[in-house]
DNA sequence: GTTCCGCATGAATCGATAG
DNA sequence: ACTATCGATTCATGCGGAA
């Protein structure tokens, strides 16, 4: 028993690759060879946002800046792999600015085919009270291919149906349907035996997810149900998943923990510190976890 | 009681103009004073969609097609007005179309203010499945304004608090949630801050409705609730609300219900004539709505 | 162990104040 | 006049301590 895990922590190790590559993306993406990524799933930094992590691009400079980038991820991505970018165009004077929208029309010159828009539903959005507008509980998931013939395995998100959703709309006032909906399974951890038997649907391009907040010792620009719904979405296992903008380093746990390779790319040292120090946690609790399970199905 | 009954019935009629136009929607603009509308809402056949009744714009002519309406609205609008355009891009060879965002930025440039999307999330939306995308279940509701000084009526939109759902509720019985269903429409005599106390939180700008279920002639494009909620939240009472590409007119009778007078246009001439039958059973459910209500409280 | 309450904490935005 | 910073506003969530 003890040897066969070790066996397993081993295969683990070797098999999955996750590597951090320190720097700006635009430079350390030249160095990563062309067609070799199916899943780019990132969150840059929002034009004028984290000022103090990172340099905080103007919102009339966001387009230019985004661009180089976006041209060497086309080059790294593979014909039938996918780009997800998390995105949202804040408020200036009033107005909502337009660089997310000039991005997407820049960026299909460059030959990305504009796929998808996903929303997210932020459902524990910024309070705030303002005179001319509500709470901004949104933001955009744009998808974007290389190619129309791109990977996509649906019936890995698909949910449970049917009673969930009648037996629970039955308690539950007008408001809080209006509410709460239908909630995005997290891949890991559930076991997807439970619902066997149930109904199974196919989710919509509508995710519903909170944010992460509070009490945890990194904080993330995206849950990780996030990229762990999408990683399950457009890949499969010992894929290879980049997220350029790395940050706190969520994409690449969910990728690590459901076994698919992954590249991170981050411009502040510390976070590649972090997030280096956090894998070997996360591996351990692959692990435990892992064994758990072959124990459970060794009796 | 008879005579007041009816000297009320008089006084709605008079009172609250609905007009339709038949027509052309650039050309019939024309006709209409300046600085007259405080909201329009409006739902256009989308491109290269619903062709058998509008002719089906065609995508790549969609936002030339639409901006001298853009122009004219623009000019009837009040500055305190808003505009509420539902609108969203089709997929044409497994990509987004571009016009929506390109209509974005051609609107700017008429001098129009890009000052919010809210998004419509459609709870039952069509059924389907392909290969290569989920089924779409949001639609865009962009916002535009003449200027940053405009109406906005919020304490007329609120929600019951999250918080007050999941603890409150308990002790709720099944009648008081009924109660709740009923808010939608008229808007008259019930005050739901009344009735709730002050546990209301301001929505936010992601809409949660399902889309109608109509087995009408005529194409519904979007539930009543729609235009309802956005005008209760940008007009008050005797406004003029007016939407250009009329069809089944949702808006109007919504606008008539809650006592604002409305302005429809449509090309197709039966829609007309169907809405103008309506209109007359709406003003009777009105007069009946009130005669109970003046009952009620001449007690 | 449960359930319940209190509290900190967000990819926010506006308006006022300060350089 | 134009930019930079700061305080006020506000609510869903998950944690920790208490009953």
Known sequence: ??????????????????????????????????????????????????????????????????????????????????????????????????????LILEMKKQGWLWTEEF????????????????????????????????????????????????????????????RDNSRVGSGFGKNISNWIGRELAYPTNVLHLATECSNKNHSAAFPEELPCWFIKLFTKENDMVMDPFMGSGTTLFAARKMRRNSIGIEIVEDYCDVVKRSLDTVELCLFEEEAAYVFATDK
């Open 1 to 102: 028993m003890i040897w066969k895990d070790l066996d397993f922590r081993d295969y683990i190790k070797m098999e999955i690759k996750t590597d951090i590559f320190p720097g700006d993306a635009a430079e350390v993406l030249r160095e990563i060879d062309e067609n070799t990524v199916d899943l780019i799933i990132t969150s840059p930094p929002y034009a004028d946002q984290r000022k103090d992590t990172y340099g905080g691009v103007p919102v009339n400079e966001y387009v230019e800046w985004f661009l180089p980038i976006s041209k060497e991820l086309l080059r790294v991505l593979k014909p039938t792999g996918t780009f997800i970018l998390n995105i949202k165009e804040r408020v200036l004077n009033g107005e909502r600015s337009t660089y997310v929208i000039e």
């Open 119 to 178: 929303i997210w539903h932020k459902k524990n959005c910024y309070p705030g009270k303002w005179p001319n507008r509500f709470r901004d509980s949104w933001e955009r998931l744009l998808q974007f291919n290389k190619s129309k013939q791109f990977n996509m395995y649906q019936e890995n998100v698909m949910l449970p149906m049917g009673d969930w959703a009648k037996t629970r709309l039955k308690n539950l006032s007008e408001t809080d349907k209006v």
